[in-house]
């Protein structure tokens, strides 16, 4: 069956800090591994796409990795502000036809000064 | 600006009654999609539609439906069928991929609370 696993669940931490987001997946055949940020009441916004030659990704402050052996993707949020308080979501997508995006639960993630 | 725009942000609903949610996009992306937001569990996929007049169901469709008469437009109704209709609504859009969907671009959302 196709899953997405996300891990912590929820996460705190201070402001000018680091954190790492793990996503573990199990989807066959794999296509690519997504990177959405989510804050509260709005859609959510791509952050990285990575696909299965990818190793590494970054946009801006966040570093997206990808090991498509051990089928884990992990996010690299660099000297975290404020604003990086919000649920961050992985999505993988399988390589067929339609739409064939497995989304997991999402990292709710607070910054706090 | 492109992008998506959804409406209405807030709605609420008296059982019994049917609602429909406004999903319009200007970024000229053949496909459409509507997925489903509840506390604690992923994204969910309602309906989807990669051409104008043509949708297919999602894991989730029963106690909705759609209409896609124009590329731009792919409005939800959430009918009085919908046992449990109190969620967050998501409407996106991509490009069609030869290995399937393409980035998604996410409107703002709709939530809708039945009263």
């Known amino acids: 069956k196709n899953q997405v696993e996300q891990s912590p669940q929820s996460l705190i931490i201070l402001e000018g800090k680091n954190c790492t987001l793990q996503c573990n997946y199990t989807v066959s055949p794999f296509s690519n591994l997504r990177w959405y940020k989510q804050d509260t009441g709005r859609g959510p916004v791509s952050l990285t796409i990575m696909t299965f030659s990818e190793n590494t990704k970054s946009n801006g402050r966040y570093t997206a990795t990808l090991d498509a052996d051990t089928k884990q993707s992990s996010l690299h949020i660099t000297a975290s502000q404020l604003s990086d308080s919000a649920s961050y979501i992985c999505v993988v997508s399988a390589a067929q036809a339609g739409t064939a995006l497995i989304f997991g639960k999402g990292t709710t993630l607070s910054v706090s000064s | 600006d492109g992008g998506i725009t959804q409406s209405p942000k807030y709605l609420f609903r008296k059982e019994g009654q049917n609602v429909t949610l406004s999903c319009e996009q200007n970024l000229n992306h053949d496909a459409m999609y509507w997925y489903r937001q509840d506390p604690g569990q992923g994204l969910r996929l309602i309906y989807y539609s990669q051409i104008v007049n043509d949708f297919q169901k999602g894991d989730i469709a029963e106690g909705y439906s759609v209409s896609r008469e124009k590329k731009e437009s792919f409005p939800l109704t959430v009918t009085s069928a919908q046992k449990n209709p109190t969620a967050f609504y998501l409407c996106?859009?991509?490009?069609?991929?030869?290995?399937?969907?393409?980035?998604?671009?996410f409107g703002e959302g709709s939530r809708l609370t039945v009263l």
């Open positions: 996106a859009s991509s490009i069609l991929t030869g290995a399937g969907t393409g980035e998604l671009f």
